[in-house]
């Protein structure tokens, strides 16, 4: 669990609690990954499921095709979600690199053009827990494919740019791309239906140079260090001055759901404080599965049960959350028009 540090939001927690009604309109609903409990995360199958169920954005997280295309896949190392690795031609493909200062071991997706990664299937990630019904189904969207279907279903998106750093390093910037597709799109404004997140610093900066739209700073772990940060850590930006910082380049704060409420059940305060700096909060990820609850709303039945995730939710919007990333976009749904 998420802990707050003495230096952070133990501080925060001291503010004066805002009431819930802070936050004027209703909590927005973020379809993590697309319906990603039901279909293989970051697939159109995922996301169209995801806006039947209610949905009022869908999660793009976005990297780089060998030739700059900006496609949807949660980390650049693609083994775990795809099945290239029963693509012998791509065999030799497999190797190790350093991302954000971890050694990966795997195939990358820069180092695959479009048309290779188009002929590899989804495959779901926690086959333990979700099952593999859909697997080898459904190809890997590209950011186009993904926004001419939110704009024909009247949805927002909520793009992540992943490893941001890394690319730019490696000549495959995702910023300049992503802001060009959103610009083609007619997605300019602060008010049009787009947030722009990441759990970097710098490129969210840059952003904040380049676009009007509103951009989310995601936070890890308060010990753990932000990617490209130069030694900063999460608890730098969690103290009244480094949310303050953030809130020249940002508009929201994306923090995990055991920083909003600790293992105990007791709000940390860090939404009061982030809204009183002027951000929204939305918290992540809303997860069904007794494995990724919080023990107060596990149920009996093992890992792969569903326990008491709208009693989560509610917890939370009871506190005044401005928004929320769910696996589970109709269970999700459902316990927010009941909170």
Known sequence: MYRIVPAALFLLAAIAPLAAAAATDAPILIAHRGASGERPEHT????????????????????????????????????????????PEFSNRRTVKSIDGKQVRGWFTEDFTLAELQTLKARKRLPELRGTEYDGRFGIPTLKDIIALAKRRGVGLYPETKHSAYFRDIGLSLEEPLVAALNAANWTAVDDPVFIQSFETENLKRLSSMTDLRL????????????GGDGLHYADLLTTE????????????????????????????????AQRAGLTVHSWTFRAENA?????????????????????????????????????????????ERC
């Open 44 to 87: 159109l199958a995922a996301y169209e499921l995801a806006i039947d169920q209610g949905a009022d954005f869908i999660e793009p997280d976005l990297v780089s095709t060998k030739d700059g295309v900006l496609v949807a896949r949660h980390e650049n190392e693609i083994s775990g979600t795809t099945d290239v690795a029963d693509h």
């Open 216 to 227: 989310v700073q995601l936070v890890g772990a308060p010990d753990q260090a932000v990617p």
């Open 242 to 273: 480094g949310l303050a910082t953030v809130a020249a380049y940002a508009t929201g704060l994306g923090p995990p759901k055991q920083m909003v409420i600790d293992e105990n059940g007791a709000p940390t305060g860090i939404v009061e404080a």
């Open 292 to 336: 990724f609850l919080a023990p107060a709303y596990r149920t009996e039945g093992g890992d792969a049960a569903h326990g008491d995730m709208a009693g989560e939710i509610c917890a939370q919007i009871k506190i005044g959350i401005n928004g929320l990333f769910s696996d589970f976009p109709a269970l999700a749904k459902a316990a927010m």
